[in-house]
Each structure stands twice: as structure tokens, then as C-alpha cells.
């Protein structure tokens, strides 16, 4: 790994990676990619928040994925979403980051939320409504939203057709508190809308649950 971001660091421009070795050394020279375009992370258990620090220098960034990264805490996590670097965003996978709270929701959707078109913050338990208010109200281009296991109860649902008209999927499986018929009522409402429901399920215009 290392050989291949010291021989091609000037021109690589999408890196997919397992992750499940990787330490903040290796991410500082992920970092030196300044024409990454694409970053997908799938298993970051031993990064810190130091490779948040290393990461947020990359301008270029449209797709970013870290997934699984318990060691990144709140704090970083604000820093790191507060950049203007991450603006440009257009894909955003930080599923199982368990310290995503709903100030940092609010922090990357103020920061990158009018060019989000894909979000997924499954399984970031804390989360709660206010979480998902930040999103209906700053992520109006979006088209995909997973927020898988996240206890909310979806009271802010009903804005989605006017305030996020470009939304065609929800997944909302293992989301308890959210009511079916509060889902049902969303899709007759926006008729080319995809939802799962908790038990995943998809209900469309042409399907109830």
C-alpha cells in the first residue's frame, strides 16, 4: 500500500479499501492524493482522529466513506465537517461511526448539505430527531437517505416533498419509533419515493405495506 501512494500520490484520483489494517500512517499518505476525487473506507477500527486531521486537507474529495470508526470522537468529527475543503461532497457514508452526534449532523449538513446527494449515518445511535430535522431542513438536493437503526420518529417526514424534492429513497429498517403509516402517507404524497420500513420492507406508490 504504502508503495503504491508513494509512486502514484501526484495522479490517483479514486481509492476503495478494505481498511481493516490500516493506522493513521498510512492514512497521512492517503492524505498526500490531493486529486483523490473518491475515498471509500469500509472497516476504520484503528484509525483516530488524527487521520480526520490528515483527511480534511483533501479539496478535491466528491465521494467519502468511512465506515466502522469507533475511535473517532464528536470533537473531531465537528472539525473535520466544519471544513470548507468538504464542500464539494457529494457522497457521504459515515454508517457505524457510533460518536455521530446531532451537532455534528447539524455541522456537516450546514457545511455540506446543499450539494449532498447521497447520505448514510446508519447505525450512528446517537442520533435522534433533531439529527434528522438538520437534514430535511439543509440537504435539499439530496436523493438517497440511510439512516438504518437511528431512533427517531420521523415527526419532520412530512416536509420531505417540498423541502428535499429530489429524494427518491429512504431506509428507515430497524427505525422503531417511525410510524408505517406516517411512511404511507409520505409516498402518496411523493409518488416516486422509495421507502424500507423498520422491517424492511419497501413501500412505493404501486405497494403498501
Not at 471544513?83 to 455521530?100: A, F, G, T
Request: hydrophobic residues 40%; negative net charge.
Amino acid at each position: 500500500m504504502e508503495t503504491l501512494l508513494n509512486v502514484h500520490y501526484t495522479s490517483l484520483q479514486e481509492l476503495i479499501l478494505d481498511g481493516e489494517e490500516l493506522t493513521d500512517n498510512t492514512i497521512y499518505l492517503v492524505a498526500k492524493c490531493t486529486k483523490l476525487k473518491t475515498l471509500q473506507i469500509s472497516f476504520c477500527e484503528l484509525l483516530t482522529d488524527l487521520s480526520l486531521q490528515y483527511l480534511q486537507n483533501l479539496e478535491q474529495l466528491r465521494v467519502l466513506k468511512l465506515r466502522k470508526g469507533p475511535e473517532f470522537s464528536k470533537e473531531a468529527f465537528l472539525s473535520f465537517l466544519q471544513n470548507p475543503n468538504l464542500k464539494r461532497l457529494r457522497n457521504l457514508d459515515l454508517s457505524e461511526c457510533c460518536n455521530i452526534s446531532d451537532k455534528v449532523v447539524l455541522a456537516l449538513c450546514q457545511n455540506c448539505g446543499p450539494n449532498l446527494e447521497y447520505l448514510n449515518l446508519s447505525w450512528c445511535w446517537l442520533i435522534s430527531e433533531t439529527g434528522l430535522i438538520s437534514i430535511v431542513d439543509h440537504c435539499r438536493n439530496l436523493k438517497d437517505l440511510l439512516l438504518i437503526g437511528i431512533d427517531i420518529n420521523g415527526d419532520c417526514l412530512h416536509r420531505i416533498p417540498e423541502e428535499m424534492p429530489r429524494l427518491t429513497f429512504c431506509d428507515f429498517e430497524k427505525c422503531s419509533f417511525i410510524n408505517d403509516e406516517d411512511l404511507v402517507n409520505l409516498v402518496v404524497r411523493k409518488p416516486d419515493i422509495v421507502i424500507v420500513n423498520y422491517r424492511g420492507e419497501k413501500c412505493t406508490n404501486s405497494l403498501d405495506f
